[in-house]
Each structure stands twice: as structure tokens, then as C-alpha cells.
């Protein structure tokens, strides 16, 4: 019989399949002589040479021919397997296998810097392009798909279980078998269990794909060698990330709604497909905890989680029913859309004014103090060297005074550095597409809440012991600067006649 394990590494004998056969059928006498065209033919690795040649062949009493340099026949020459020329020849082999490893992975390292992808398979929602076999393009029948089920999240309020069920319930192939279906030969370790339908935990890892904004990321695992073929897990932060690297098939903000999403207490109702509109959003504002959903008399409640089911000694119940709850989130909504509103005004008559300042004073200052007290670390830093060396410090009073300056240094860097953005963005100005301003506004005349306006413009939803609620919203930082450039023109607006607030 004819025994070949084309495309895979000669460094195991484990993965090598024919391999496998073939020793298994020497145990069982139905082999009795093996012929190679040379050692290499055969192995990749001078220890599984070595115990072969020198102790399983021998063992089960079979004949080993190689036709090419080094000549071996164990039948007419059985010492020929412990000759120096053999042992070289298998330590060559091993180094061509190591020396081509190498190469590979060098090529794939600087693939994958260059945002090239490098797998067998594209992703869910693409397709390799015809042309170029490391870039990506969309797949529009797979990224319709992508795209539905990121509305149904994030502006339906679906849960990840009851997306899964509507694709099952739509017919619509988990990624999987849709790759199947266009003719790939498609395995994983999972592929055997794979019956085609979709699961949560699948839904959950493409809401959480940074590939769909076209970030691709790889070397999330590594080979342990190229002897080991076993993978092991890479830290984030030597994997390989680049931006831009693939045509994106939904935009930032919907992935970032997506991901504010994930991090919230989302319960699916009981035998419903979507989530409660507020599940996440609700807080007690003393604890800060949770607030868990009851029903009593047919009404709907929200109560504090640490009071109703920890200690009613920790906190109160904060209680407020939920029509109450929700008339007072939309009014409050309300009132910050005609806010928002006004301001936009406020900044068209700023842009339309002869001189706009962009320049922060606040920031201004603040970065002044900032590098002041970061030349006086620095200037510590320097003469410590020269304390030491003249005996006014011991060295371990070097060496702890040293990292506790180095420390306030990086620390005081990183602030000026976040300041100095912070000073660009503001000389930026402000534009009619800001993302406070079109956040809000596209929701002008709203007369009822949904789960995917909670999402775009609300972080959080503070209930007081008195059912009064506090409101923090999203775009806190674009309103500071908001903010800013407002003061910042008030005097212009004045002398203008404009309305500063």
C-alpha cells in the first residue's frame, strides 16, 4: 500500500494520519517493510528519527529501506541506523524544517502589520477577494445578515437568544454551515456538533467583532513551535491590530451602541424575544446598585437590588412604578432635545460671529501648572544621580526615590499629553455635525421611548428615595467642550446681540 501525508508537518508524528496507520499496522503484523525515497520523506524531527529507526522498527521486527543518501536497508546493514551520517542527516532535515518555520513566520508577522489577512477562511459577512488572496471584500448576502442583527440589538431591543431565534425561525445558515453551502470545505473542532442553527454565544462574538468597523485583528494565538502544534493564547497587547483594514459594513457608533449594550444587565421578558426597555439603565442613586423589576397588584416596579434583596438596613427601596418612571424619562429626554436645540442655535450665531475664539483658557492654564510641576520632577530626577554619588542618599534611597519620581513623571506626561489633545479638539470648533448635537436632534418631536434611543443618548438612569430621577446622558465630553466654546464666545455673542446662556 502507499502511505502519504501531503501538507502536513513532518516535525509530529502525531497529526500525521497515514503516519499513524502505518505504525498502527506494524503493531498488528501487516506491515513488514517500509521504503522511503529519503529520510526527510519520512521524518522532520532527529528524535522520532532516532527512536523509530533505532527502537520501533526493531521491535516489531520491519524491514526499513531509504532509497537516496544516506542508503539505509536494516534487513542487510541493521547498523547502519546508529552511523554518524544518518544522525547529521536527520539533524539537517530538523534544521530545514525549523529554517522554513521561521520564514513562514516572518511572512505572516509582516502580513499581518500590514492588515492582510492571512486565515484559510473569511469571516462571516465576507468573502476573499478574486484578486488578492489577504484582502477582504464584503460579502453582501452574509452582511445584510450582520447588519440585522445589529438593529435588532441595539433599535429592537432583541437579546442575543432571541436574535438567534429569528434566524433559525428565518431559515438563514449560522456562519458555518453558510460556508458550507458556497462550497467550502469548511472544519473547525466544533464542526462534528454543528447542526446549522445559530446560538447566542455565535450572535454574541459578531456583536463584539471589531471587523465589522474594518478593524482587523490577528495573532490572537500562536504555534508553541514548530515542533509543538498545539496553540496557546497571545496577550492583547501583542496582538496584531489595524484599522481601516477591511471595508467596515456598520458604522462606529452603532458597534460602540453595541458594546454599551453588552456591558448592562440586559434580562429578556419572559417568553418575548426583546429585552425591558430599561434593563441596564436603572440604578438606585444612593447604592448605586442595580434596580431589580417586580410586579404587585398588576403593576410593574422598579426597586432597589441592595434593599429588596441584600439588607433593608444598606439601603432603601427607592421604589417607582414603571408607567411613572417612564413618563418622567421621556419628558426629561424631551427637555434636553429643546436644550440641545437652543444650543445649536447658540453655536450657529458663534461660527456666524466676525471673531471665534477656539482657544481654552481653563486648558491653557491647567497645562501651564501641569509642565511646571513636571520640569520640577524632572529636574529631581536629575540631581538624585549626583546625591547619591556625593553621600546626601544612600542608594536604596536612590533606587525608591528614583521609581516614586519616575512614576509622578509618566503620570504627569500622560496628563499633559490627554490636555494638549484636549486643546487641539477644542481649536478644532464646533461644527453642525457635531455628535452631541446631531445625537439629539435627529429625535426632535419624540412622543415615546425605545430601546435604541435609551442606547444612542443615555449612559445611566438615577432613582432618588423621593422617585425623583437624575439623568446622566451620553457625550459628556463633547458637551464640555461644547460648553466651553460657549463661554468662551460669550462676549462676542453679547456685543452682537446674540442669546448666551
Known amino acids: 500500500m502507499t502511505l502519504a501525508d501531503d501538507g502536513t508537518s513532518g516535525t509530529t508524528d502525531l497529526e500525521r494520519r497515514d503516519f499513524q496507520r502505518m505504525v498502527q499496522d506494524m503493531k498488528c503484523g501487516r506491515i513488514n ?31 526499513f529501506i531509504s532509497l537516496y543518501q544516506p542508503r539505509i536497508d536494516t534487513f542487510l546493514d541493521p547498523e547502519i541506523v546508529h552511523s554518524l551520517e544518518v544522525s547529521i542527516t536527520g539533524f539537517m532535515n530538523e534544521q530545514y524544517a525549523y529554517k522554513t518555520s521561521a520564514d513562514v513566520r516572518r511572512t505572516f508577522k509582516h502580513k499581518r502589520e500590514n492588515g492582510e489577512f492571512i486565515g484559510a477562511f473569511a469571516p462571516y459577512g465576507y468573502a476573499k477577494d478574486p484578486d488578492d488572496k489577504n484582502a477582504l471584500v464584503v460579502d453582501e448576502d452574509a452582511a445584510r445578515v450582520v447588519r440585522d442583527i445589529f438593529n435588532w440589538f441595539i433599535l429592537e431591543g432583541m437579546s442575543k437568544a432571541g436574535i438567534a431565534r429569528r434566524l433559525n425561525e428565518y431559515g438563514i445558515p449560522n456562519p458555518a454551515a453558510y460556508k458550507r453551502s458556497k462550497g467550502f470545505h469548511y472544519e473547525n473542532p466544533y464542526c462534528k456538533n454543528n447542526d446549522g442553527l445559530w446560538s447566542p454565544s455565535t450572535v454574541a462574538r459578531m456583536l463584539q ?34 484599522e481601516n483594514a477591511v471595508p467596515a459594513i456598520i458604522d462606529k457608533d452603532t458597534f460602540e451602541a453595541a458594546q454599551s449594550l453588552h456591558r ?23 447604592c448605586g446598585k442595580s434596580m431589580v423589576r417586580h410586579t404587585a397588584k398588576n403593576l410593574v416596579y422598579y426597586q432597589c437590588r441592595t434593599n429588596r434583596d441584600k439588607s433593608k438596613a444598606k439601603c432603601t427601596k427607592h421604589s417607582i412604578r414603571l408607567d411613572v418612571l417612564e413618563q418622567a424619562v421621556l419628558a426629561a429626554v424631551q427637555k434636553q432635545i429643546e436644550f440641545v436645540d437652543s444650543l ?19 486648558l491653557n492654564a491647567l497645562l501651564e501648572q501641569r ?3 513636571f520640569e520640577k520632577v524632572a529636574g529631581v530626577l536629575d540631581g538624585l544621580y549626583m546625591d547619591w554619588k556625593n553621600g546626601d542618599i544612600t542608594r536604596d534611597q536612590y533606587r525608591r526615590m528614583k521609581v516614586r519620581f519616575e512614576e509622578q513623571a509618566q503620570q504627569l506626561q500622560e496628563t499633559i499629553d490627554h490636555i494638549r489633545q484636549e486643546c487641539e479638539t477644542i481649536a ?27 442606547v444612542e443618548l443615555v449612559n445611566a438612569i ?40
Open 33 to 63: 517493510c517500509i521504503i522511503v525515497k529519503n529520510l526527510s520523506r519520512a521524518f522532520r524531527n532527529s528524535a522520532n528519527q532516532g527512536h523509530f529507526l533505532e527502537e520501533f522498527i526493531p521491535l516489531y521486527n520491519t524491514r
Open 209 to 242: 467583532n471589531p471587523l465589522y468597523i474594518g478593524v482587523m485583528r490577528q495573532g490572537r494565538q500562536k504555534v508553541i513551535s514548530y515542533k509543538v502544534h498545539k496553540r496557546a493564547a497571545v496577550p492583547e497587547e501583542e496582538w496584531f491590530i489595524v
Open 371 to 373: 509642565t511646571r510641576e
Open 462 to 501: 438615577y432613582v432618588h428615595e423621593d422617585k425623583s430621577i437624575e439623568i446622566e446622558f451620553n457625550f459628556a465630553d463633547q458637551y464640555r467642550r461644547i460648553a466651553e466654546h460657549v463661554e468662551n464666545n460669550h462676549e462676542e455673542l453679547c456685543i452682537n446681540g446674540g442669546k448666551a446662556v
Open 344 to 362: 445649536s442655535e447658540i453655536i450657529k450665531e458663534i461660527n456666524d460671529a466676525p471673531v471665534v475664539h477656539t482657544e481654552s483658557l481653563r
Open 264 to 286: 448592562r444587565d440586559t434580562r429578556t421578558a419572559p417568553g418575548k424575544q426583546e429585552v425591558y426597555l430599561f434593563s441596564g439603565f436603572i440604578r438606585c442613586a444612593d
Open 428 to 454: 478644532q470648533g464646533i461644527d453642525d455635525d457635531n455628535p452631541y448635537l446631531t445625537a439629539f436632534l435627529k429625535h426632535r418631536n419624540i412622543q415615546s421611548l425605545s430601546r435604541g434611543l435609551l
